[in-house]
């Protein structure tokens, strides 16, 4: 028996995908086309009065590079039909561009401080995150979704996706024996893993407010608790996130086509893209102080 987020997740049809892992052992729905009725998740979700937070950073030279086609390709496919609120973390608020948004959609632009590391941004987001979900997204909305700004959506990103807490199957890993997924081995970080499920991928993660400031207030006081130490895990918050959802396991996973990277090739289980990785520039964007 499938273990139910959701009423409407009695409807979806695991056998319908006898080429992928539709259920986890802990009974956990696995989201890939094909399984769901896009239009009954939809009038289940926007009944039950569901409305989602997406939070995305965008700092020194991402938000030129990147910000403006997450923003448009989101309005063209996330979560349409419900109330979207859009959070912004920005140390440029001015340069933010102003889009046109559709009905029961809104932005809130937040100013943050600019780390001269990518890796402390990528790092304190958890704590950011966890900040506003405490301050604001808890009075306004149901679910919270984390997206990183290089990604641009070009599918149905709707409702079937919502859920307590939810994770999502990396597109390089979840093809591969467990032995080669990148935890970190290192036993001096909160993060060590010396086995898991599956890897998840820290560019999208989500579910219920309170989960989610579960989540990032946990990642936060390991990643504070491994710089006390003088360590810093090997893929930082995407580290500590993996550990969380091996102890906490995620009450949903996403396929990978949910962040899917093209330059992987055709894969004849990947039958729909939803969202893509965008081509990256970390030469020229990960320079110190040009975050």
Not at 14 to 36: E, H, Y
Not at 152 to 164: H, I, K, M, P
Not at 176 to 199: H, I, Q
Request: charged share 25%; proline share 3%.
């Amino acid at each position: 028996m499938l273990s139910l987020d959701n009423s409407v997740d009695a409807s979806l049809d695991l056998g319908s995908r006898s080429d992928v892992q539709t259920c986890t052992d802990w009974k956990a729905p696995i989201i890939w086309d094909g399984m769901f009725d896009p239009d009954l998740y939809d009038k289940t979700h926007q009944s039950e009065g569901s409305s989602v937070a997406l939070t995305v950073f965008a700092v020194g030279r991402y938000l030129d590079a990147y910000l403006l086609t997450f923003l448009n390709s989101s309005e063209h496919h996330f979560m349409l039909g419900l109330p979207v609120t859009y959070y912004v973390f920005t140390d440029t608020p001015e340069k933010v561009p102003d889009i046109k948004l559709g009905p029961q959609r809104s932005i809130k632009v937040i100013k943050v401080k600019r780390h001269s590391r990518w890796q402390d941004v990528s790092m304190m987001r958890m704590k950011t995150i966890a900040d506003a979900i405490e301050s604001d997204i808890r009075h306004h909305c149901t679910h919270v979704f984390c997206f990183d700004v290089d990604q641009v959506f070009t599918g149905r990103f709707g409702s079937e996706a919502l859920g307590d807490s939810v994770a999502l199957l990396h597109a390089h890993y979840y093809h591969l024996p467990e032995r080669l997924f990148t935890y970190d081995r290192n036993p001096k970080s909160k993060a060590y893993m010396e086995s898991g499920d599956f890897y998840y991928h820290a560019a999208v993660f989500g579910g219920s407010w309170n989960s989610v400031k579960a989540l990032t207030e946990s990642c936060y006081q390991s990643i504070m608790e491994d710089k006390e130490n003088d360590v810093e895990a090997l893929w930082h918050d995407e580290s500590h996130l993996n550990k969380y959802m091996w102890l906490q396991k995620p009450s949903r996973v996403l396929s990978p086509e949910y962040c899917w990277d093209t330059s992987i090739g055709d894969r004849n289980d990947i039958r729909v893209t939803r969202l893509l990785w965008a081509t990256k520039h970390y030469d020229t964007l990960r320079t110190d102080q040009h975050v």
